[in-house]
């Protein structure tokens, strides 16, 4: 069993900041991709960030410049600085990590219950 638990979400005002955590615990052999979704009401799920064990990030073009991802696969945790936040980052955020288990070949996806960030006057 793998699992995945988001924290640090919750309510901020336009301009403000907020950082995100994920820790990966369970059965894990190796994580590969950790990174970060988000689904606003009535639109699908998308990518924000993820940066993989090798240190390469991707960023959403619409989060360039105020969100920062890091990671610290040693202890399985991955962060999301969000800086300059707008009405529109509102959403459930959800953390998701490639990862092989313990026993396994494969390797697989895995997501957190997500969080909340809402971004509001």
């Known amino acids: 069993q793998v699992h995945l638990v988001e924290s640090g979400g919750g309510l901020v005002q336009p301009g403000g900041s907020l950082r995100l955590s994920c820790a990966a615990s369970g059965s894990i052999f190796s994580i590969h991709i950790m990174g970060w979704y988000r689904q606003a009401p009535g639109k699908q799920r998308e990518l924000v960030a993820d940066?993989?064990?090798?240190?390469?990030?991707e960023y959403a073009d619409i989060v360039k410049g105020r969100f920062t991802i890091s990671g610290d696969f040693d202890k399985k945790m991955v962060y999301l600085q969000m800086n300059n936040l707008k009405p529109e980052d509102t959403a459930v955020y959800y953390c998701?990590?490639?990862?092989?288990?313990?026993?396994?070949?494969?390797?697989?996806?895995?997501w957190g219950q997500g969080t909340q960030v809402t971004v509001s006057s």
């Open positions: 940066i993989s064990s090798g240190g390469t990030i």
């Open positions: 998701n990590a490639a990862i092989r288990g313990s026993g396994k070949v494969a390797i697989s996806s895995y």
